[in-house]
């Protein structure tokens, strides 16, 4: 069987994404790296994998998809076995606590926390432009009300979802990853159970592979 296609860098935060969640599962895969120099996630090739011209776009036979999340749930229900069940669609409260805590990612955490990544990060380091101490400022007040939120439950449960790690926990990596290579890092540990919530996504093989990957830039 030909291994599935991801297109995209493997440093962008979404493509790592998806990444990590075939490397979860063990499946066989082929990055296909893009020069953005020459505008190639806009060429009518990758235009007809992704129609936004974004990556990451995947390729399983004649499947294309795109949207790292929407990707990253294919390849878990695909690979799915009794080691590896990230979605836990088999119990119906586990699986609805997976998308509750999936959704506050995606719309609440990461939406604080990704400002704070580009403004030390990406903007001045990829792209010269200066960093906006303002911006970062109010992300952070932002990111802390939501740390509070998430201390809160993780000093209930092990994980977000509950007891058991999941897509909603894994889903944090990428841009959490770029953000500890921020001046601001040493805000997590102000939040121990959340700290150590984290080290226990680092620690994890597949996290390990990916993140050496994904060199951030310098701060």
């Known amino acids: 069987m030909a291994p599935v296609k991801v297109f995209g860098p493997a440093m962008s935060t979404n493509v790592a994404r998806v990444l990590v969640f075939l490397e979860e599962v063990g499946a066989d895969y082929e ?10 996630h ?3 090739e990758h235009l007809a994998r992704n129609p936004f011209g974004q ?8 499947l294309l998809l795109f949207e790292s999340r929407a990707i990253s749930k294919y390849v878990l229900r695909k690979y799915k076995t009794g080691e590896v069940d990230l979605l836990r669609e088999g119990n119906l409260k586990e699986a609805a606590m ?3 805590w999936t959704e506050v990612d995606a719309h609440t955490y990461n939406p604080a926390l990704s400002p704070i990544v580009y403004q030390c990060l990406f903007n001045p380091m990829m792209r010269g432009i200066p960093t906006d101490e303002k911006v970062v400022a109010e992300s952070l007040e932002k990111l802390k009300k939501v740390l509070e939120v998430y201390e809160a439950r993780l000093s209930q449960h092990e994980y977000l979802a509950g007891d058991f790690v999941s897509f909603a926990d894994l889903n944090h990596f990428p841009y959490t990853f770029y953000f500890m290579a921020t001046p ?7 939040y121990p159970h959340v700290k150590a919530w984290w080290e226990r996504i680092m620690a994890r093989p597949a996290i390990k ?3 050496a990957t994904m060199v951030p830039p310098k701060a």
């Open 31 to 40: 990055v296909v790296d893009m020069d953005f120099k020459v505008m190639e």
């Open 42 to 44: 806009k060429s009518p």
């Open 55 to 62: 990556i990451p776009a995947f390729q399983d036979g004649d």
């Open 98 to 100: 997976v998308d509750v």
């Open 184 to 190: 601001h890092a040493a805000l997590f540990g102000s």
């Open 209 to 211: 592979k990916i993140s």
